[in-house]
């Protein structure tokens, strides 16, 4: 990696290995960097607050904010691809 958090670099190099483009990825992240970070890659990110308080995260750009990973739920489409429930 060149730069890390908070440029996108590693989201788009996890994407790349995974052979996908970010922009058809889910980033979970629960710092600030982190989430500037997956919103630079392009990605949908979810902000968790189990690490920093709401007020610290959730102005970083996150495309949903939840308290914790039971507010977030995921299953298999009859297509084969991942869709997302989050419940704010």
Do not use: W, Y
């Amino acid at each position: 990696l060149k730069a890390g958090k908070p440029a996108p670099d590693p989201f788009l190099l996890a994407a790349k290995c995974l052979g996908f483009d970010a922009k058809r990825c889910v980033v979970f992240e629960d710092s600030p960097s982190g989430i500037r970070a997956g919103v630079a890659s392009g990605a949908t990110v979810i902000a968790v607050c189990t690490s920093h308080p709401r007020e610290k995260i959730e102005n970083c750009g996150a495309h949903f904010l939840v308290e914790d990973m039971s507010k977030v739920r995921c299953e298999v489409r009859s297509d084969g691809l991942l869709q997302f429930h989050v419940s704010v």
